[in-house]
Each structure stands twice: as C-alpha cells, then as structure tokens.
C-alpha cells in the first residue's frame, strides 16, 4: 500500500467519521426536522457517484470510505423520510 492510499484512507475515515454523530443524535432523538433534505439528497447522489468513480478507476480507499459514508449518509437520509419532524 502507498503512502497516497494510506492519505486517501485517513481522509477518508475522517470524511467518513464526521457523519456519524449526525446520525446517532438523529436517531437517538428519533427527529431529524432541522436537517436539510436537499442536502442529504445531494450527498447521497455524490456518494453514489464517487462510488463508481472508485470502481471504475479500482481504487479501494475511494471504494471503502465513500461506500461507508454513503451507509451513513444514507441513513440520516432515511431517518429524514422516516422521522420528518
């Protein structure tokens, strides 16, 4: 592993980690009123597209942290739907 994937990696997890207190308190408090829909809608989008970016050019730190992220952003996107007010 190089040390560009080790950065790619660490960027990644930190990308990635960011959006897990988000959705925790959302979950926890079961409301996710004050969170912007355009904005989970749009990172979803580009999560889904950065994945295939990373599939098309076969680079795993890409692959990993945008597919987990997208897990994550994913379900605040969900608890957005689910938990509307």
Known sequence: MSSLDIL??????CTTLAFLPQ???TWQSRSAGDLSLGTFMLLVVGLIL???YGFIIFNWPIILTNGFTLMIAGSILYFKF???G
Request: hydrophobic share 60%; net charge positive.
């Open 50 to 52: 950065w994945l295939i």
């Open 23 to 25: 959705a925790v308190k």
């Open 8 to 13: 790619g990696i660490i960027a990644g997890i």
């Open 82 to 84: 689910r938990y509307p």
